[in-house]
């Protein structure tokens, strides 16, 4: 399929944009959408720069103070945290670990979890499933303890238990 822009090159890029239940579909080449010709109302860049506006951390105050005395500054780039803020990018690797506290409920939102967890194979990925099983059901007991709900509490202990007897066994 041909790009609808400049009907030269192959169309490699999909848009489709439902408004008022009312659906769009737009088929661009890659230099025509890096161009930015097709219409966006919105971009993933301004939804990842709402978010990280909207949940500038679980300290407000901390964050005022360094964000208007400029003091909030990855070590290792220099990027500041409105430069990050603006362009929804880091300078260097170092930037996530000076920026975390303030970003950490963004991410959180965005993937559901602050850690990777990666892919298991599904062939001998026993172990690593198990293990990520274990990981979630000690997460969810002490939520359970946490709000008091005993019987669930227990539930969970009895399958930990089990999931690490199933390992003392093998």
């Known amino acids: 399929m041909l790009c609808e822009k400049c009907h030269k090159r192959e ?18 080449c890659e230099h025509c959408a890096n161009e930015g010709s097709y219409e966006s109302p ?4 301004d939804i990842f720069q709402n978010l990280l506006n909207y949940g500038t951390g679980s300290k407000p105050d901390e ?29 260097c690797a170092s930037c996530f670990d000076a920026f975390e506290p303030y970003i950490a409920g963004s991410l959180k939102s965005i993937h559901g979890d602050n850690e990777h967890k990666g892919k298991v194979p599904k062939r001998n990925g026993g172990p ?18 946490a709000k008091e709900e005993y019987e669930q509490a227990a539930v969970l202990r009895d399958r930990i238990k089990s999931l690490e007897g199933d390992d003392k066994h093998e």
């Open 63 to 91: 964050y005022s103070s360094h964000y208007k005395s400029g003091g909030l500054k990855c070590p290792v780039c220099g990027m500041t945290y409105d430069q990050f803020r603006r362009s929804g990018k880091f300078g």
């Open 11 to 28: 169309a490699t890029v999909h848009t489709v944009q439902v408004i008022n239940g009312e659906k769009t579909e737009h088929y661009y």
């Open 128 to 145: 690593m499933l198990k293990k990520h099983e274990l990981e979630e059901l000690k997460r969810k007991l002490v939520d359970a303890i």
């Open 42 to 45: 919105i971009s993933f860049q």
